[in-house]
């Protein structure tokens, strides 16, 4: 970060200290003037949406110097708790803003000595190296007591705010159930485009091979001539060749049983030896995961390269797979032509895959690529 950008934010995180030590003394006024009104219940509602506004004020002042992001929404007793317990925090950083002026001023006085050779208001020398060093160490000492605070201080900041205003036990239940409605609907959603999917493999290419298969066969059998029904039979044979293929296309996208058997490392081989595109693959896996990971994980990587080779012109794609904790990150990367839309079936598909098992799906492909497909996968 360039040193212009480092003062400008010091200054503006100390200017935020300063408006949180002006705005405790008025939140102290107020707590000892509301708290007793507390014990009479008609006059709790504009307490608190006094309190509310106040609570209000300091969001933005958070945001705006501390670039903390505190969610709305609180309660009118939780703000006024907020307010109790944040007035000490501002009280202790205008304590910490005045130490600092005072070290200012002391650095200010050490600086005239030291050029001088004199004391502000006259009188004897400094002439003692000795004690010129020391005022600059102590001088050194005080500069690193007051960043250290005012790191102290905004820190706390964001700790109050974040346990006073953030979402309760309560709240947080009520998201978690929600994301699980709305996880489970997305479930049964990619649940019916894969049956619709493999509905359109089965019309439009098994079923249409079978037919071509059937008419060739009748031919075959209705023919005189012995060296036509052989050429017949021959192309029936070629056919039933290619129908075997598409099914096994068709099974494989289903669900492969290399994924069973021998893990995710062994179907994603696999799935790139298929690959009519040259695929790298780096697979950084220590033992098995559990069904529901590898399955997502196989799936996030299918649909990519199918998507990479079918719409993107790729002349190459790259697979890596690894595990960053509790999480195994998958990475899908291809040279092709971008602009993939996040909003399709098959990308769409994916995200409420992952979404699935608690993960976080993301696609960068600008026009002009290259696009990549990320997925992180909890498996703790």
């Known amino acids: 970060m360039p040193a212009s950008d480092v003062f400008r934010r010091a200054v503006r995180v100390t200017v935020g200290v300063v408006f949180g030590g002006v705005t405790a003394f008025a939140e102290l006024a107020f707590v000892l003037c509301t708290g ?12 608190y949406a006094w309190a509310l506004r106040l609570v209000e004020l300091e969001r933005r002042r ?33 304590g910490v803003v005045t130490f600092v002026g005072l070290g200012a001023a002391s650095a200010a006085i050490m600086v005239w000595q030291l050029v001088s050779g004199q004391p502000l208001g006259g009188g004897a020398g400094v002439d003692d190296w000795s004690e010129r060093i020391t005022f600059v160490l102590v001088g050194v000492v005080l500069v690193f007591l007051s960043v250290q605070g005012v790191i102290g201080v905004v820190t706390a900041e964001r700790a109050v705010a974040a346990r006073f205003l953030g979402p309760d036990g309560r709240e947080l239940l009520r998201r978690r ?21 493999i509905e359109r493999d089965l019309h439009d290419g098994v079923q249409q091979r079978l037919v071509a298969l059937g008419m060739l066969l009748g031919r075959a059998r209705r ?25 096994r296309d068709v099974t494989w996208r289903v669900y492969p049983t290399a994924l069973d058997e021998a893990g995710l490392h062994t179907a994603l081989e696999a799935l790139a030896e298929r690959s009519g595109v040259p695929v790298r693959l780096r697979c950084e896996l220590s033992g098995r995961l559990t069904a529901a990971v590898e399955t997502a994980a196989y799936f996030v990587v299918s649909e990519a390269v199918t998507n990479a080779i079918k719409h993107s012109g790729a002349t190459g794609i790259g697979i890596d797979v690894e ?39 993301t696609l960068d492909s600008p026009p002009g690529g290259p696009t990549t497909v990320v997925a992180e996968l909890p498996c703790g």
Do not use: K, M
């Open 323 to 361: 595990r960053v904790g509790e999480t195994v990150v998958v990475r899908v990367a291809d040279d092709g032509s971008g602009g993939a839309d996040p909003s399709g079936g098959g990308l769409s598909g994916l995200a409420r895959r992952v979404a699935a098992v608690d993960g976080l799906f």
């Open 223 to 247: 023919s005189t001539e012995r060296a036509h029904a052989d050429d017949l039979l021959r192309q029936a044979h070629e056919e039933s060749q290619r129908v075997l293929a598409d099914l």
């Open 177 to 197: 159930v929600s994301e699980l409605a709305v996880s489970r609907a997305e479930v049964v959603e990619a649940v019916n485009d894969e049956r619709r999917r």
């Open 36 to 47: 007793p009104a507390l014990a009479v219940p008609a006059a709790r509602p504009r307490i």
């Open 62 to 94: 958070l945001a705006d110097h501390f670039d903390a992001t505190v969610p709305g929404g609180s309660s009118g007793p939780r703000a006024w708790r907020y307010l109790a317990v944040r007035l000490v925090v501002g009280c202790l950083g205008q």
